[in-house]
Structures are given as C-alpha cells and as structure tokens.
Nanobody
Framework: QVHLVESGGGSVQAGGSLRLSCAAS????????MGWFRQAPGKEREFVAG????????FYANSVKGRFTISRDNAKNTVYLQMNSLKPEDTAVYYC???????????????????WGQGTQVTVSS
C-alpha cells in the first residue's frame, strides 16, 4: 500500500529543464518498482521511464532517452524525473506509479502498476 503525490510540474520554454518529484507514503518504498508515465490530450497514457527497486536499473522510452533521467532516493521515499532539453511534444500530465514486483518488461505497460499519483501538468511552449 502506497500513496503517491507528484510535484514540480509547470510551464517551460522549449529547451528548458524541469524536475518532477513523486513522494510516497509508508516505510516500504524500496519494495516498489517506480515508473513515470504521461498522457497528452487525445492520447493513451504512455511509458516515460522506470526504475528498479534498488535504483540500479533504469529504463526509458525512446522518445525521452538521453534527455530525461529517472532516479530515486529510498531514504526520502521519493522518485525523481529530471527532464532536460524539453520539447513541445513532451507536454502532458505526468504521473508516477508504483508496482510491488521488481522491474520486468511488462512494466512498460501502465496497466501493470498498482498505485498512481494524481499527476502534474508539464507544458512546453515553442
């Protein structure tokens, strides 16, 4: 059982940077694989980045690879998404998600996650 709250969204210009945070409740944060997903109007929720329980393995959508970095601080029960070189097509509501199983390819799919935050809006203007 985990409650997730995202923060750090906002409006930025193309080429800018933003860091999202997702704070988790409870004392078992390290038992969860964490993911970031995003959903733009009229589109399905899509995988952005994932990180294993330990933080030693990370995974990215091709569209953000080299620009975004996911990390976690288990002592702070927080996962981060550092977003650099932002593009207008990155505009979306960004959600963090938690799944008790450790990373596997199935965790590219939003439907595999047990817990979700409320989302934070990221808007990138050109």
């Amino acid at each position: 059982q985990v409650h997730l709250v995202e923060s750090g969204g906002g409006s930025v210009q193309a080429g800018g940077s933003l860091r999202l945070s997702c704070a988790a409740s409870g004392r078992t944060f390290s038992s969860y694989t964490m993911g970031w997903f995003r959903q733009a109007p009229g589109k399905e929720r899509e995988f952005v980045a994932g990180i294993s329980r330990s933080g030693r393995s990370t995974f990215y959508a091709n569209s953000v690879k080299g620009r975004f970095t996911i990390s976690r601080d288990n002592a702070k029960n927080t996962v981060y998404l550092q977003m650099n070189s932002l593009k207008p097509e990155d505009t979306a509501v960004y959600y963090c998600a938690a799944e008790s199983a450790d990373w596997s390819p199935r965790l590219f799919r939003a439907t595999e996650y047990d817990y979700w935050g409320q989302g934070t809006q990221v808007t990138v203007s050109s």
